[in-house]
């Protein structure tokens, strides 16, 4: 791989990020995680650990992987972004849903209440020096029918998403409220990275 001094690594593998990171001009590369990295077992949630914990903890581990990363592919030290975005039902940890089943139990608890979105967002840039941010937004989701749900479930969009939802498909006809940072709920906040990557020196 070779890799401009004026790009950035982007380490994640959401298809929302790069395209998030796309919309405001940074150039970047991605650093994918290699075969025996195990994403799954990072992800898992620590006894009694509240939501914003848990996000922030996940993010620096993802970014002290990425950086290891780079080093074991002798990759210039050009800055390096994780983030990692977690959906909160007051003290509860909603992940990625593993099948249907989670997936419903989790549009079911959603929807009715308000939730919170949580993207922590970290950068290691020169020497190794870590800036973080962590954006917040509430979003309501209005009453689902079990219909509604099961028609959802079967579009697949509930799947490698947070929360079972993605904001920026088919669920937006039922998000009655949003107060926060839509990309940061779609999984990387922009003006909270756009300010880590000036802070990191970076031109965009
Ligand atoms: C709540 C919500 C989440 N999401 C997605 C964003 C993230 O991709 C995913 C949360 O999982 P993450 O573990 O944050 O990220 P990831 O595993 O997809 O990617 P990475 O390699 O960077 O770790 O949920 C949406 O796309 N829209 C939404 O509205």
């Known amino acids: 791989m070779t890799i401009s001094h004026e790009s950035i690594l982007l380490a994640s593998q959401s298809p929302r990020r790069r395209q998030l990171l796309e919309q405001i001009g940074v150039a970047h590369e991605l650093l994918l995680p290699e075969a025996h990295e ?65 997936a419903r139990t989790m549009l079911r608890a959603l929807c009715g209440h308000t939730h919170r979105v949580l993207t922590a967002v970290a950068v290691a840039c020169e020497g190794n020096r870590v800036l973080h941010a962590l954006s917040v937004s509430r979003v309501r989701l209005e009453g689902m029918r079990e219909t509604d749900i099961d028609a959802y479930i079967a579009s697949g969009e509930p799947f490698g998403k947070a929360g079972a939802y993605g904001i920026q498909g088919r669920i937006a006809a039922f998000v009655a409220h949003v107060e926060g940072s839509y990309s940061g709920i779609m999984g990387l906040p922009l003006h909270e990275t756009a300010m880590l990557l000036r802070q990191a020196h970076v031109r965009f």
């Open 38 to 102: 195990d994403a799954e077992a990072l992800e898992a949630v620590l006894e009694g650990e509240t939501p914003d914990a848990y996000v922030q903890r996940v993010t620096r581990a993802k970014l002290d992987a990425a950086v290891a990363r780079r080093a074991r592919l002798e990759l210039p030290a050009v800055p390096v972004l994780v983030a990692d975005t977690t959906v909160a039902l007051g003290k509860r940890i909603l992940g990625k849903p593993a099948d249907e089943a989670e």
